[in-house]
């Protein structure tokens, strides 16, 4: 079992972008049908991933969670960049989302491998 995290060079960027894609995209798709949703899903896309982490993948870890919750809370995040995106935005930029996140999705397999080896939160 390898006890620290892969080194990553584009995976981080790329997946920072992605969430930064959710938490606009995000409240700006359901800003028109529910204020409060708008609110709660940027609440839900910053908070969790904040308060929620594996032990080795953050210095800070608030609450600790093994590995496979990591990943869940990184899919929430990319699922709602590419759902979010295209209900709010022109297709183009739902297409381009959909690109960023394939790609985040690749740069992202090394680190989920290791999380996947992390063992419950103690």
Same mark, same amino acid.
């Given at each position: 079992?390898?006890?620290?995290?892969?080194? /990553?060079?584009?995976?981080? #960027?790329?997946?920072?972008?992605?969430? /930064?894609?959710?938490?606009?995209?995000?409240?700006?798709?359901?800003? +028109? %049908?529910? $204020?409060?949703?708008?609110?709660?899903? $940027? =609440?839900? *896309?910053?908070?969790?991933?904040?308060?929620?982490?594996?032990?080795?993948?953050?210095? %800070?870890?608030?609450? #600790? =969670? #093994?590995?496979?919750?990591?990943?869940?809370? =990184?899919? *929430?995040?990319?699922?709602?960049? !590419?759902? +979010?995106?295209?209900?709010?935005? %022109? #297709?183009?930029?739902?297409?381009?989302?959909?690109?960023?996140?394939?790609?985040? =999705?690749?740069?992202?397999?090394?680190?989920?491998?290791?999380?996947?080896? !992390?063992?419950?939160?103690?």
């Amino acid at each position: 079992m390898t006890s620290r995290p892969p080194e /990553l060079r584009l995976g981080p #960027p790329l997946r920072f972008a992605t969430e /930064l894609v959710a938490w606009v995209a995000t409240p700006w798709a359901l800003w +028109s %049908h529910s $204020v409060v949703l708008a609110i709660v899903s $940027v =609440v839900v *896309l910053i908070g969790l991933p904040a308060v929620f982490s594996t032990p080795g993948d953050k210095a %800070h870890v608030v609450i #600790p =969670v #093994p590995g496979w919750a990591t990943i869940a809370l =990184v899919l *929430l995040q990319f699922a709602a960049a !590419v759902a +979010s995106s295209w209900a709010a935005w %022109h #297709p183009v930029a739902g297409a381009v989302v959909v690109v960023l996140v394939a790609a985040a =999705v690749v740069t992202e397999a090394p680190r989920w491998r290791w999380l996947l080896t !992390v063992g419950p939160a103690r």
